[in-house]
């Protein structure tokens, strides 16, 4: 038994080329169900965040479109309803799923905060697309009406709003859910937290919080979750069935077991994706650098062999494997 | 030390006038969250639920506005949506406020479903009018294309969604939440619960759950949760100090102390007004006699008066009023 974090993204929550309805979004979660009560019936404590860019899209473009009608909230509140509603989402599915594998628990969505820090490169850098394409003209009115950054789209021909993307600090709920967990919560609850790497805030002048327009990225929210709730595993569930070096080429190679150090090198040598592999990989390097046990990077079929060490890009702890330390008693709690 | 259910809603949310902000939402719940503060520091176990009636009105108007370019979710969606906004804005205020009051907690919103019955009377007799007004032949459009009921709004002359509004019969995270505080949780964390009631939903014939379009009175939804937490206390906060008999004619006259006896003659003689204080009133005493020690109905402004039993309409377990009962040893958990 062991405490795994399972990062759900793509595909896990909603067709790649669906039409983006709620029909579509819960026969997919259903499937993805079905594979994580599998990992709760083979005794592990589960955990579950997940991204929601997609989400987020959408609602932003809602509230961009009703704007003459509705005043339209900013950026952050958006993650918070993408939030409740993907929680819902896996929520519905999950608790039916884990009756059905004879494991019930309560499935807990708890909506997440997540500190970053104004002093962020990124905030002098905003580089992340949200919400619609806009004319040229729009977006001088955008820049002056709201503050907005915008770029232009070099594809796609109009302007979109650009917003940062700081490193994800501290999860606000964290200790809590950890507390909840270490007082044997996890016998009859799965946590769903920080969607989307969290809600980021921002300390204010006056010791309290403020919401900020910006991309967590979920991978490295993840990374953080892992740490701050002591989880053995790590497993990031994506498209596709791991990393690969020399992606989409000839030479292209699926990444099984491969060490810090190795991966480390890969990642130098530019071999995975920015916003796409790159940042999986460097939640991973986080989290086991951290202390976490092992972290795997695979596709929903193949999750449960993932967290049994049997597919995916596995990622061992770099301490677990060094003579100098003793292998055979990690503890489960570091 | 007691553990206390404050229930949010009207004012206690967002100004009764204002444009439906998100600054002016956030002043509001500054407002409020200093009052929260001040329970907990009296020594209470806080848990927090709250009403979504503006706020899934807003969704909703949103989601319609741009359903041509954005698939429209089911209206429970825009429930979960609004529980994810509402208890970021709890969150961020709360959690500032009580640390200012000198006792940090966690503030932990969690995504809430609660369980209807599809056999309900209300389901035979949808009655609640939600989202946007529509023209006679949009209405048809609408009856045919999507199934919905519409009526006519016999005020503002347009047609109108209308919606079941079925009682709560069980809060499917409340076995997990109360779990949770039992284990010692209370002293570092406030539940944010079951935000407009939960969102409803209703089994369905392969074991699992079906979001249900319908409006859960967020009033008798705190009942609910009061019960399923074993609280000694609930309050309701709303905009008026408390109930009143013979409301807004020359003989009103507030309650303060009033017996369940005696508030049940008042509602059977119609003094409540539907959708308004009668839900309140339904709760309070829905509550006192599942075992709850007492309810108040109160305003923001008097809440830990209320609660100290100097202000509001304060209504009385029966049970420890009995006198075959013992009154001094009523244990804080039944």
Chains 1, 2 share one sequence.
């Not at 997609?54 to 609602?59: D, I, K, M």
């Not at 993840?222 to 498209?239: E, F, K, M, N, P």
């Not at 030479?251 to 990642?267: A, K, N, P, T």
Request: some cysteine; proline content about 7%.
């Amino acid at each position: 038994m062991s405490r795994v974090l399972v990062a759900l993204g793509g595909n896990a929550l909603e067709p790649a080329h669906g039409a983006g309805t709620w029909a579509e979004a819960t026969t997919e979660m259903r499937r993805t169900a079905k594979s994580l009560a599998a990992v709760v019936a083979e005794g592990h404590e589960l955990v579950l965040t997940h991204g929601n860019g997609p989400q987020v899209g959408n609602l932003l473009r809602e509230a961009e479109l009703a704007a003459r009608e509705v005043p339209m909230p900013p950026m952050y509140v958006a993650g918070a309803e993408s939030e409740g509603e993907i929680g819902f989402l896996i929520a519905q599915e999950l608790s039916s799923a884990l009756r059905r594998a004879g494991v019930p628990r309560a499935v807990v969505p708890v909506i997440s905060r997540t500190e970053v820090d104004r002093r962020d490169p990124a905030f002098r850098n905003p580089s992340k697309p949200v919400g619609r394409f806009y004319s040229a003209a729009e977006a001088r009115t955008l820049v002056r009406e709201r503050g907005w950054v915008l770029r232009p789209d070099p594809h796609r021909g109009g302007w979109r709003r650009v917003v940062p993307s700081p490193l994800p600090r501290r999860w606000l709920e964290g200790s809590a859910v950890r507390a909840a967990l270490d007082a044997g919560l996890a016998d009859r609850c799965v946590f769903v937290v920080a969607g989307g790497g969290g809600i980021p805030v921002a300390r204010n002048g006056s010791g309290g919080w403020t919401g900020v327009d910006a991309v967590i990225d979920k991978d490295r929210g993840a990374a953080l979750v892992g740490r701050q709730l002591r989880c053995d595993s790590l497993v990031i569930v994506t498209d596709v069935p791991g990393a690969a070096v020399g992606f989409g080429t000839p030479r292209q190679r699926w990444l099984g077991v491969v060490s810090v150090r190795e991966l480390q090198r890969y990642l130098d040598a530019g071999e995975f994706a920015a916003g796409s592999m790159r940042p999986k990989v460097e939640a991973v390097l986080d989290f086991v650098r951290a202390g976490g046990r092992r972290a795997v990077i695979t596709d929903v079929g193949s999750l449960r062999r993932g967290i049994r060490g049997e597919a995916g890009t596995r990622v061992p702890s770099p301490r677990v494997r060094s003579p100098r330390l003793p292998t055979g008693g990690a503890s489960r709690r570091r």
